[in-house]
Antibody, heavy 123, light 107 residues
Framework: EVQLVQSGAEVKKPGESLKISCKGS????????IGWVRQMPGKGLEWMGI????????RYSPSFQGQVTISADKSISTAYLQWSSLKASDTAMYYC????????????????WGQGTLVTVSS | VIWMTQSPSLLSASTGDRVTISCRMS??????LAWYQQKPGKAPELLIY???TLQSGVPSRFSGSGSGTDFTLTISCLQSEDFATYYC?????????FGQGTKLEIK
């Protein structure tokens, strides 16, 4: 059974750093893209970016490029989303999601999702 | 970046109704479109991929159609558990953008 288990809720102050995690199990972690989706309070889904743990190839949405860092440690089947300096506007639920690529195509879509990590940034 | 217009943003319906949700792309994406359902406080769940292929375990009352720039999600006979928010997403090119969402509420 495919499972993605995310780290727990975080409360941080503006300017602090943060790294949240997503541990995959039940599938070959290095053979699928895994990415992050933001959902701000009461709002829709925003695709942030993905990483291929097999070779660490990473793609970001222009909206999030330079604002966050996506990484993965294939030795422990875990993906990460990291901020170096949080802002109040980073307050949101963050979901990790395994991405599935159709055979012969480079694009991919989320097929399994983690439970979400709530990040609250407040002074 | 491919932009998408999902409509309506709010849909009121009754159990047993047939409803449709639309998604229009700013450029053609072939059939590289997925649909998701999200219930309050829960992660989204995949309903349909490749515009019309039902994910395993999804009831057959859900169906998807379209290609190129215009896509539709249809729920043929609404059940109580279907009242939720629905999103389309294109995966033709990165960034894999989502539609704005359609909240399906009980009339």
């Amino acid at each position: 059974e495919v499972q993605l288990v995310q780290s727990g809720a975080e409360v941080k102050k503006p300017g602090e750093s943060l790294k949240i995690s997503c541990k995959g199990s039940g599938y070959s972690f290095t053979s699928y893209w895994i990415g992050w989706v933001r959902q701000m309070p009461g709002k829709g889904l925003e695709w942030m970016g993905i990483i291929y743990p097999g070779d660490s190839d990473t793609r970001y949405s222009p909206s999030f490029q330079g604002q966050v860092t996506i990484s993965a440690d294939k030795s422990i089947s875990t993906a990460y989303l990291q901020w170096s300096s949080l802002k109040a506007s980073d307050t949101a639920m963050y979901y990790c999601a395994r991405h599935l690529s159709p055979i012969g195509y480079s694009g991919s879509y989320p097929d399994y999702w983690g439970q979400g990590t709530l990040v609250t940034v407040s002074s | 970046v491919i932009w998408m217009t999902q409509s309506p943003s709010l849909l009121s319906a009754s159990t047993g109704d047939r409803v449709t949700i639309s998604c229009r792309m700013s450029q053609g994406i072939s059939s590289y479109l997925a649909w998701y359902q999200q219930k309050p406080g829960k992660a989204p769940e995949l309903l349909i991929y490749a515009a019309s292929t039902l994910q395993s375990g999804v009831p057959s009352r859900f169906s998807g159609s379209g290609s190129g720039t215009d896509f539709t999600l249809t729920i043929s006979c609404l059940q109580s558990e279907d009242f939720a928010t629905y999103y389309c997403q294109q995966y033709y090119s990165s960034p894999y953008t989502f539609g704005q969402g359609t909240k399906l509420e009980i009339k």
